[in-house]
């Protein structure tokens, strides 16, 4: 039998167009459990069937007894009854004592707060959507102040340091202060432990108190009535806001939030106090302290190591960083809204965050970093390869790279030409087009085909490019020498 949650759930996600298969992971029921309840179009809690019990027949006694004396213990009754002829056990007794006993209500002093003296804050569970195809919690913030009764929602898809951080910061900010104490649960971002009275504070959270000078006021353990003011404020969200409302798309929510704590819950009559929040946040915010103070950096930070495919984990997801830094130590600091990685102190990159599981974020440009430093070490040991054939490389390569965009073309060629006719002969060939100042692949490519030519006879240099013509002065020809033999 399930609750009426998760047969909301189950066909929730139906109509978003998942499969029976992907209902059951979710929804952490088996797929037969899923297509039977996909069946039904109500809800139909299961009856139990109550059989005759052997305490029926004296529980007008055990009922006579508590009317006369509601202090006596289950044992006491437990005696009584079997006195009486009872054969049962004595759990069956301590239960039905136990349910028909009039509870003791504890009592509360009504507290009372001064303008600008606290706030309380507290999370709540707003439900869950899917995001790349996985259940993702939907949480939501809520400080009310303990004077005025004014509120402030917003909607998280985590409750981790940074958030928490943030969402007191946005908190103040509406408020236009801050309250001289913040009053929190036993939430590991407020309090680590209780030892005896003593509270151990999250360090994070102390460091943010003490920039912004409130205080901070943990509630005993399993006390929640010392902060009854959020408690009902949660409730009061989740009934009149969320109540109803569809969580997707969850960026539209924070905005919709916003008008309705403008429009509606801070404006309507507050119910205990019979007047409205937003007139007592006026009066209460000259009571609060100023936002003069630089806004605090609300991040979460970790130290890592860049791996080899130049990435760094937070979480479950990868995030690039600039090839270079593959192997060295980095800090990741990791706010609401982005992936911020340092290396010595220096910001190396910066990404979007991503609320999805294993994702692989990637910044384009570390990509082609890489590209062109794999390219760079190819050519540095193509470079070296080509200088070892002989010293005047290094001049010839000089002067190819003066005149051509593309020098690395042709040490490749050339070195491409070595392996057709071997080392001594490019070495030669190279020597000779130095001599004639001819400077390229194609020369060489020229010279080592007119040497290997089966014509005996040395055939032409062809000059590709004319920049590349000696600079040499021919004379006309004189062909008066030839006049004599048209006598």
Known sequence: MIDYEKFHLIHTLKRQGLYTSQISEISEVSEN????????????????????????????????MLRRYSGYSAQQVFQEIQAHGYQGGYTLVKDYVR???????KAYLSLHFKPGQSAQVDWGVAGYILIDGRKRKVSFFVMILSHSRAIFVYFTLSEAQEFWLECHQRSFQYFGGIPAEVMVDNCKTAVISHRGNEVVYNEHYIDF??????????????????????????GFVRKNFINGRKLEPFEALNQDVSIWLDKIANTRKHQQTEKIPAEELTLEQPHLQ????????????????????????????????????????????AS??????????????????????????????????LVKTRKTAK??????????????????????????PDAMKHVGKILALRAIYGHELVRQALLDAHEMNAYGS??????????????PESSPLHISHKKDLLDLEIPEPDFSIYNHLGE
């Open 442 to 455: 194609e020369y060489i490519s020229n010279i080592l085909m007119a040497r290997n030519s089966a014509d």
């Open 290 to 333: 100023g936002l003069s103070m630089p806004p605090y950096e609300c991040v979460s930070s970790h130290s890592s190591k860049v791996n080899k495919l130049f990435r760094v984990r937070h979480l479950t997801n990868l995030y690039s960083v600039p090839p270079e830094f593959v192997g060295e130590n980095i800090i990741l600091k």
């Open 33 to 64: 459990t899923v297509r039977k309840y996909l069946l039904q179009e109500k809800y139909h809690p299961q009856k139990r069937h109550k059989g005759v019990s052997k305490l029926d027949r004296f529980v007008p006694v055990i009922d006579e």
């Open 209 to 234: 108190a003490n920039h912004y000078g409130f205080k901070i006021v943990a509630c005993r353990v399993r006390q929640p009535q010392e902060k009854g003011r959020v408690e009902r404020a949660v």
């Open 99 to 105: 349910k028909v006993r009039p509870k003791a209500r």
């Open 336 to 369: 609401v809204t982005h992936i911020a990685i340092y290396h010595d102190g220096k910001l190396i990159a910066r990404h979007l965050r991503s609320f999805k599981r294993k994702d692989n974020i990637e910044e384009p440009a570390h990509a082609i970093a």
């Open 379 to 404: 050519d540095s040991k193509m470079l070296a390869l080509f200088l070892k054939l002989d010293p005047i490389c290094e001049e010839f390569f000089k002067r190819i790279d003066d005149k051509r």
